[in-house]
């Protein structure tokens, strides 16, 4: 099938550039997976909006469930650097899958590092194996952008919260979510965050929403109404929901820009098979100078999103004090250029790359939402700018 035809890439551009061998091992049972399990079914998941549950499964008996949680729980142990690599190596095979295993991951690490070892133990080995799943909701209605602004609120009665309100746009279909919710006072201070698990009374789900991409994974509202969660499953203190929040976000961050990197390097290895192949003119259209520079221009894009990337995940795996900012830069960066890759790759494959059967823009389709969510693009340059100005 046209989508399958992969040219080998030249070292330059080449993920495993600039690898251990460790790294480029793990790369290569990862590059396997997307290539056995993802690849083949990609656009049936795509096309039927099918949530590939036992292929997330699979990837979970390879540890890409809890990748930078700790191994006493389940987790991989890996670095931030390490599951980067996974993540963008997935992403070549299914972006949208790929994308709601990362977040799955990110909530994984909220409760490994924010949780006591009773939550660790209770809820960490089902969901690093993935035989439970997590989402994360943070988003409402009414507080996108302006996140500390959420009104889902959590009132105390004896051991337990009454949990009233409704987020939004919340991805997966899962067993335990990691809810951001207002337990005191306004703005980001009053913020407490929580596990509801899914078989709780007065939780309910919207409908699966009808999306541009990210077919493969169901996005969905939740209203919670007189929903009594135990305090027991309080994750961190009270009031300290937003900055568990924001640092799962920033490692989410990372993880998204990865995605993109994944689905930035399979479109621009079909433009190159396709140009080879495909002649116009009466020769390869790989022979024309303004397309051979255009490829120039989206590997140089690639290379350096990647080393964006992999520059603000050693940034977390050390606990930088620039961590934030460089989270941001590498997820402004990376999924804008990785975005215009993907489109970039339609055109030079004319007509084909607008058909399904080619697979292009399926990758395009999913890396748009890359520059809207976990912080849109314009939340990045609040971030950095900030940080540049600040006394
Ligand atoms: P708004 O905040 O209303 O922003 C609209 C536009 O205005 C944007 O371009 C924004 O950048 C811009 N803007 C806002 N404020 C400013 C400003 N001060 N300066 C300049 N520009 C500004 N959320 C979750 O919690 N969990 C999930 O699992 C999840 N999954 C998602 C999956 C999908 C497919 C989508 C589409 C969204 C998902 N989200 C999720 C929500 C996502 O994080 C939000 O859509 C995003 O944060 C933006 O919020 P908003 O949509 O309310 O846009
Ligand atoms: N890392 C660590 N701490 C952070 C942080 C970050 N990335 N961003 C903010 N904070 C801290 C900040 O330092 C401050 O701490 P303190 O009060 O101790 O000084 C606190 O959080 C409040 O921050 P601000 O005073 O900057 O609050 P403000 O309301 O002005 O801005 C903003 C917060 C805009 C940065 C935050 O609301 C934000 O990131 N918005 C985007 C929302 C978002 O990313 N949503 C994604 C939903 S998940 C998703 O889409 C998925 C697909 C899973």
């Not at 460790?22 to 998941?45: G, I, T, Y």
């Not at 997966?172 to 006072?185: D, P």
Request: aromatic share 6%.
């Amino acid at each position: 099938r046209p989508e399958q035809q992969h040219r080998k890439i030249a070292l330059c551009a080449d993920p495993s550039s600039g690898l251990t061998p460790e790294q480029k091992e793990l790369q290569r049972v990862a590059q396997d997976f997307a290539k056995n399990e993802m690849v083949p079914n990609r656009k049936n998941w795509d096309e039927n909006e099918i949530f590939p549950i036992s292929t997330i499964q699979k990837a979970g008996s390879l540890g890409f469930g809890g990748m930078y949680c700790r191994e006493d729980i389940g987790g991989t142990g890996l670095s931030r650097v390490d599951s980067s690599i996974v993540a963008e190596a997935l992403a070549s095979g299914c972006t949208s899958t790929t994308a709601y295993i990362t977040i799955h991951n990110m909530c994984c690490w909220m409760i490994d590092k924010f949780g006591n070892q009773k939550q660790r133990e209770r809820w960490l080995p089902d969901l690093t194996s993935f035989r439970k799943r997590a989402s994360y909701c943070l988003t409402e209605p009414g507080s996108g952008s302006d996140a500390a602004s959420l009104i889902t609120t959590a009132k105390s009665d004896g051991d337990h919260y009454i949990i009233n309100g409704s987020k939004m746009f919340i991805s997966g279909e899962s067993h335990c979510y990691v809810v951001m919710v207002r337990t005191g006072q306004s703005g980001s201070k009053g913020i407490s965050c929580v596990v509801i698990e899914n078989e709780t009374p007065g939780i309910n789900l919207g409908k699966n929403e009808k999306k541009l991409g990210w077919k493969t994974q169901p996005t969905h509202a939740i209203m919670f109404e007189d929903c009594r969660v135990p305090k027991k499953n309080l994750i961190g203190q009270e009031g300290q929901g937003f900055n568990i929040a924001m640092h799962g976000l920033n490692g989410g961050r990372v993880s998204i820009a990865s995605c993109s990197l994944g689905a930035a390097q399979a479109t621009l290895e079909m433009s190159l098979e396709h140009l080879a192949v495909r002649k116009q003119f009466g020769r390869p259209l790989a022979s024309n100078q303004y397309l051979q520079f255009r490829l120039a221009e989206m590997a140089t894009d690639l290379v350096a999103s990647r080393l964006m990337v992999r520059n603000a995940a050693r940034a977390l795996d050390a606990g930088s004090p620039d961590l934030v900012s460089l989270c941001s830069m590498a997820k402004l960066f990376a999924t804008e250029k990785c975005f215009k890759i993907c489109n970039d790759a339609i055109q030079m494959h004319g007509g084909y790359g607008y058909l399904n059967e080619y697979g292009v823009h399926q990758f395009m389709r999913d890396a748009r939402v890359h520059t809207i969510l976990e912080g849109t693009n314009e939340i990045m340059r609040m971030l950095i700018s900030r940080d540049l100005l600040k006394e």
